[in-house]
């Protein structure tokens, strides 16, 4: 499976979320190779082995999976108004999904050194 086929199999109603989303990943994430990884888009830096980025369409909600620890610790306090997990946040309305703050954190994770990832 690739990408367009995985957006393809995505309900009509959260489509256009999910292609601009990807749009933004791609626009962002220089350096970084796109890839299907357990079942749903990620981006892995050129070289690396581990997605640092990830996002997916869920039954109830849109999720991104920002994977660098270090990125979620100097945007604690703008992801701490979101549905967050310990890497994924969550945005159950396509209409109210934060592409602003998504950018900086894609771009934070782009200008980062290769580091861990949770």
């Known amino acids: 499976m690739d990408v367009d086929t995985y957006l393809a199999g995505t309900p009509e109603a959260r489509r256009p979320a999910l292609t601009r989303l990807r749009a933004l990943c791609l626009a962002e994430l ?47 306090d703008r992801l701490a108004v979101h549905d967050m997990g310990k890497g994924c946040l969550r945005f159950r309305n396509p209409a109210k999904v934060d592409f602003d703050l998504l950018r900086d954190l894609l771009r934070a994770t782009a200008g980062a050194a290769p580091g861990e990832v949770c």
């Open 30 to 76: 220089t350096g970084f190779e796109e890839v299907i990884a357990y079942g749903m888009p990620a981006y892995v830096r050129a070289g690396g082995s581990v997605g640092e980025i990830a996002w997916a369409n869920q039954k109830q909600y849109i999720s991104f999976y920002l994977l660098r620890t270090d990125v979620r610790d100097v945007f604690a």
